[in-house]
Nanobody, 119 residues
Framework: QVQLVESGGGLVQAGGSLQLSCAAS????????MAWFRQAPGKERAFVAR????????LYTDSVKGRFTISRDNAKNTVYLQMNSLKPEDTAVYYC????????????WGQGTQVTVSS
C-alpha cells in the first residue's frame, strides 16, 4: 500500500525558509510523478510543483518560480520542497501527491503539513 508522509512544516517569518519532506513507501516510484500541492484557508487546493521520479524533470507554478525547488532522493525514496523567500501568501496546508506518469490524476496523497508565514 502506497504511503506518503509529509514533514517539515511550521511557522516562519516572511523572507524565511523551510524544507518540506515527503517520505514515499509501498512501491517502486521510478515511473511516477511526484508533486506538491497546497490549500490556503477558504481556497481550493492548488498545484505548486512536480518532478518526474526517473528523469528529475520539474515544473512549477508561476508564483513560486525562483523561490521554491522540488527535488528527490532516490535512495531515500523522499521528495523535498525547499521554500525560500517565503511570503504570507504561501501560508497553506501543503500536500505531497503521486501519480503514474502516464496518467493525469494523482492517485496518492499525504495527510498534509501546515506552513504558516507571518508578516
Amino acid at each position: 500500500q502506497v504511503q506518503l508522509v509529509e514533514s517539515g512544516g511550521g511557522l516562519v517569518q516572511a523572507g524565511g525558509s523551510l524544507q518540506l519532506s515527503c517520505a514515499a513507501s509501498g512501491r517502486a516510484f521510478s515511473g511516477y510523478t511526484m508533486a506538491w500541492f497546497r490549500q490556503a484557508p477558504g481556497k481550493e487546493r492548488a498545484f505548486v510543483a512536480r518532478i518526474t521520479w526517473s528523469s528529475g524533470n520539474t515544473l512549477y507554478t508561476d508564483s513560486v518560480k525562483g523561490r521554491f525547488t522540488i527535488s528527490r532522493d532516490n535512495a531515500k525514496n523522499t521528495v523535498y520542497l525547499q521554500m525560500n523567500s517565503l511570503k504570507p501568501e504561501d501560508t497553506a496546508v501543503y500536500y505531497c501527491a503521486a501519480r503514474n506518469s502516464g496518467y493525469v490524476q494523482y492517485s496518492y496523497w499525504g495527510q498534509g503539513t501546515q506552513v504558516t508565514v507571518s508578516s
